[in-house]
T-cell receptor
Framework: GAVVSQHPSWVICKSGTSVKIECRSL??????MFWYRQFPKQSLMLMAT?????????EQGVEKDKFLINHASLTLSTLTVTSAHPEDSSFYIC???????????FGPGTRLTVL | GQQLNQSPQSMFIQEGEDVSMNCTSS?????WLWYKQDPGEGPVLLIA?????ELTSNGRLTAQFGITRKDSFLNISASIPSDVGIYFC????????????FGQGTILTVHP
């Protein structure tokens, strides 16, 4: 199957700082990528749809100024958590949509801890 | 919006037993996907289904796309300890390019 990487795999930061998470599709191009947040023992919660060359589409209740998304190329999307606070601590997962198979492939996730 | 009901929420089984889980939707989906997630990892695609009635296998796993396009099931035969994890169904409605709706997940525990 297709491979999606995510970096970093975990990060610890101080409250008020910004954190950038990268999502890369390694062996296919993805015009659309997705960012999810997951709480322990719960399903994935879609935060936003990242579109290459255009603005991201945010789900209701997700602050676009807090969670900045940039889809700079067909293989890279980044999520920046700005002015992070402890309540932003979570597991963030990206996925890339492979158009030829209409399938989403997920990255390994990033564990964010805000102190 | 669309909702997926996945059941059961959790299962505790003995090694060697067969497992069955399913998802139902209030509306039609064009694609059904089944994923497995291990603790601290991202979901891994198990099986993808694209046509109503389609039955697809991947080793000990078998999944079917319901005829009504509103449901799907996943079977695991002869379970082994490494089958432990959370299994998610996901469906793509025809109106959304790529965007998936996820089930709540089934937590599977396999006792040796």
């Amino acid at each position: 199957g297709a491979v999606v990487s995510q970096h970093p795999s975990w990060v610890i930061c101080k409250s008020g700082t910004s954190v950038k998470i990268e999502c890369r599709s390694l062996d296919f191009q993805a015009t659309t990528m997705f960012w999810y947040r997951q709480f322990p023992k719960q399903s994935l919660m879609l935060m936003a749809t990242s579109n290459e060359g255009s603005k991201a589409t945010y789900e209701q209740g997700v602050e676009k100024d807090k969670f900045l998304i940039n889809h700079a190329s067909l293989t890279l999307s980044t999520l920046t958590v700005t002015s992070a606070h402890p309540e932003d601590s979570s597991f963030y997962i990206c996925s890339a949509h492979q158009g030829s198979t209409d399938t989403q492939y997920f990255g390994p996730g990033t564990r964010l801890t805000v102190l | 919006g669309q909702q997926l009901n996945q059941s059961p929420q959790s299962m505790f089984i003995q090694e060697g037993e067969d497992v069955s889980m399913n998802c139902t939707s209030s509306s039609i989906f064009n694609t059904w996907l089944w994923y497995k997630q291990d603790p601290g990892e991202g979901p891994v695609l198990l099986i993808a289904l694209y046509k109503a009635g389609e039955l697809t296998s991947n080793g000990r796993l078998t999944a079917q796309f319901g005829i009504t396009r509103k449901d799907s099931f996943l079977n695991i035969s002869a379970s082994i300890p490494s089958d432990v994890g959370i299994y998610f169904c996901a469906g793509r409605p025809g109106t959304s390019y790529g965007k998936l709706t996820f089930g709540q997940g089934t937590i599977l525990t396999v006792h040796p």
